[in-house]
């Protein structure tokens, strides 16, 4: 195994595209290693092999441990990597962006600094959402008013759906089994749409703060996208969990958000979503550049002039 330092960085025309990779893969108690382009998991049942290039997301639950060598692996390939808990959805992500452009960057943060853009892209989520009803015209506050209500029409009709008692959203961040059931799924279920999210603005080359719903965190545009899907996936799916069995609610949401999300091409219809929100106009199909690998400088009035190249006028510094 050659070392860090030896080995070449892997170009965006040798990636798996985001839209085409498995949703996210799950581990606990083993020690992930690497062995050529492959993740190994070892634990008592044996080694697994997973080709690296084609996670989407890698969620590391309790009892994992991860070398120096699987983590520089993992980040080359613009996997994201979550470490994750079965008492919470704290999560702390990592991966290189698969796209060598800023235009997706560029355009996220021109959307974003302008108030009449911010509110147009905030709108734009909440049709995405509900299809059914036109935001034109509506506020921030008229906004969030509207999903609360929406939101929570969604957790009584998948409860009586289904059949299981629901007495309201109760979420404890340091206590994940003081929730009765369909908490506990809705939860574990969030946990692994968040983990998607983040990957996915990662490897878009996005910028994971700046939200256009969400706000003051670190991962705001991350939340507002998992949302997105929350009331066609996330919450149906928890509730579908809760109600076959109250035993293992974490472990088996997550088996079964992977499958609807693999089901579904989540992946790819996420990609194409958070590109219609921050590059509408765009006529080329990939606002992002595509794998082109172009550094440019920037001129006074907004041109690109080419790198590499001395532009010292003669003046004396």
Not at 208 to 233: C, M, N, Q, R, W
Request: hydrophobic share 35%; with cysteine; charged share 25%.
């Amino acid at each position: 195994m050659s070392t860090i330092g030896k080995r070449g960085a892997s170009t965006p025309r040798e990636l798996t595209r985001m839209g085409d990779r498995i949703s996210f893969i799950y581990l606990e108690r083993c020690i992930v290693h690497r062995e050529d382009n492959a993740i190994t998991a070892e634990d008592a049942d044996g080694i697994t092999h997973i080709p690296s290039a084609t996670i989407g997301t890698l969620m590391l639950g309790p009892g994992t441990n991860v070398t120096h060598q699987a983590m520089s692996l993992l980040g080359d390939t613009g996997a994201g990597v979550v470490w994750v808990g079965e008492h919470g959805v704290r999560f702390y992500s990592g991966g290189r962006s698969l796209t060598r452009s800023s235009a997706l960057a560029e355009a996220h943060a021109a959307r974003w600094s302008n108030r009449r853009t911010r509110l147009d892209v905030a709108r734009a989520m909440y049709r995405m959402r509900f299809p059914d009803e036109d935001p034109v015209g509506l506020g921030r506050q008229e906004l969030l008013g509207r999903e609360g209500r929406r939101v929570k029409d969604c957790y009584r009709k998948q409860a009586a759906r289904v059949g299981i008692p629901w007495t309201g959203r109760h979420y404890v961040p340091s206590d994940f089994d003081s929730g009765d059931p369909p908490n506990q799924a809705i939860t574990a279920a969030a946990q692994c749409m968040y983990g998607v999210a983040q990957t996915t603005v990662a490897a878009l080359g996005c910028i994971p703060a700046l939200g256009f719903i969400h706000s003051g965190h670190e991962l705001a545009f991350v939340l507002d996208i998992a949302d997105l899907y929350k009331t066609e996936i996330g919450i149906p799916t928890a509730f579908d969990v809760a109600a076959h069995s109250p035993e293992n609610v974490g472990s088996r949401t997550r088996r079964a958000i992977r499958d609807q999300i693999n089901e579904t091409g989540l992946l790819k219809r996420c990609v194409d979503d958070i590109k219609a929100l921050l590059a509408p106009d765009d006529q080329t199909g990939d606002p992002t550049g595509g794998d082109l690998d172009r550094v440019t400088l920037q001129g006074d009035h907004g041109e690109e002039l080419e790198s590499g190249h001395n532009y010292d006028d003669g003046a004396i510094w």
